[in-house]
C-alpha cells in the first residue's frame, strides 16, 4: 500500500479523530429535513469530493481489488441508511457494531493476523456493554431492517480488514472511500436532484457537514490510521465510541437523555477498549503515519 504522507500523529490518534467525527453523523441528519436517500446522495458526493482533493498526490488509480472493496463500502453505507428506515437507529446502530465479531472470525484467514484470547474476552465485554445501552429500546419485530444491519456490520468488518490486505498495496489507501462514495452518489442520484429546489440553509449546512467532514475527512484519518500500524480489530473495537457519542450530542443540543443503562453500559465498553488499547500497545510504540 502506498505510503502516506509523514505526520508527527500516531496512527491509533487518527482512529480516535475519525470515530470522534462520525459520532456526529446522527445529529446532523436530524438537522436536515430530507430523506435517507437524498442526505446519502448529497453526503457521498461532498465525501468523495473532499477525498479526492485531500489524497489527489496518491493517485486515482484502481484495480479489480479496489473496485471489490469500494463496493464493499459502497454497502455497507446503503444497508445502515436501509437499516435505520426499516427498524430503530438503536437496532441500526447496534447491530452494525457486531463488526468486531466478523473481524476476530475472518481476520485469519483474510489477512493472516494471529487470534488473541484477550480479543475474544474484549470482544464479548463491549457487545455485553452495548446491549445495556440500549436495554428497553432493542426490538426484532423488524426483520428485514435487522438483516440490513447485521449485513452492514458483516461488510464493516471486512472493509476495515481489506485496508491491510496485501493487494491493496501501490494505491491510494483511501480508493475505496472515493470511488464507494461515488458508486452511492450515482444511485441516489435522482432523489437528490430532485430535492435541489426546496432545500433550505439549515439542509445545506448539514448535508455540507456530513460529506465534508463526517465523511470525507474523517475516513482520511481513519484509513491513514489504520494503515499506520493500528490493528483492524482494535480499529473496529475504537470505533464503539461512536454510538455512545451519537446520543451525546443529541442530549446536548436536543435535549434528549440518555437511560441509565446506557451510562452503565457506555462506562463498560470505554474502560474495556481502553485496558484492551493500552495492554495491546504498552511496550512498543506505534509509529507515525
Known amino acids: 500500500m502506498q505510503k502516506p504522507e509523514n505526520s508527527a500523529i500516531n496512527p491509533l490518534y487518527l482512529v480516535l479523530i475519525a470515530v470522534f467525527l462520525w459520532s456526529t453523523g446522527g445529529l446532523f441528519i436530524k438537522l436536515t429535513t430530507l430523506d435517507a436517500y437524498q442526505v446519502t446522495f448529497f453526503r457521498s458526493l461532498f465525501a468523495a469530493i473532499t477525498v479526492m482533493i485531500l489524497t489527489r498526490k496518491e493517485g486515482l488509480k484502481i484495480n479489480g481489488f479496489g473496485v471489490f472493496t469500494s463496493i464493499i463500502y459502497a454497502l455497507l453505507l446503503f444497508l445502515f441508511v436501509w437499516a435505520t428506515k426499516k427498524t ?28 488473541h484470547l484477550r480479543d475474544l474476552v474484549t470482544v464479548v465485554i463491549v457487545l455485553a456493554g452495548m446491549s445495556l445501552f ?13 438483516i440490513a444491519a447485521l449485513f452492514s456490520g458483516v461488510f464493516l468488518g471486512l472493509y476495515i480488514m481489506l485496508l491491510r490486505h ?17 458508486i452511492l452518489a450515482f444511485v441516489n442520484a435522482p432523489s437528490g436532484v430532485a430535492a435541489i429546489p426546496t432545500m433550505t440553509f439549515l439542509d445545506w449546512f448539514a448535508v455540507s457537514f456530513l460529506g465534508v467532514v463526517q465523511i470525507g475527512i474523517s475516513y482520511v484519518f481513519f484509513v491513514r490510521g489504520v494503515t499506520g500500524g493500528t490493528r483492524p480489530l482494535d480499529a473496529s ?34 474502560a474495556a477498549i481502553a485496558f484492551h488499547t493500552i ?3 504498552s511496550g512498543r510504540r506505534l509509529q507515525p503515519t
Open 279 to 281: 495492554r495491546q500497545y
Open 237 to 270: 473495537l475504537i470505533g464503539f465510541i461512536e454510538p455512545l457519542l451519537n446520543p451525546v450530542w443529541v442530549f446536548l443540543f436536543v435535549g434528549e437523555r440518555p437511560s441509565q443503562w446506557a451510562i452503565v453500559g457506555g462506562a463498560i465498553i470505554i
Open 134 to 146: 440500549f436495554v428497553g429500546k432493542l426490538e426484532i419485530s423488524d426483520y428485514q431492517g435487522n
Open 166 to 182: 496485501p493487494k491493496a498495496e501501490g494505491f491510494n489507501p483511501t480508493i475505496a472511500v472515493i470511488y464507494g462514495n461515488l
Open 88 to 115: 430503530t437507529a438503536a437496532n441500526a446502530i447496534f447491530l452494525q457494531y457486531t463488526a468486531p465479531i466478523y473481524i476476530l472470525i475472518l481476520a485469519p484467514f483474510v489477512i493472516g493476523e494471529k487470534f
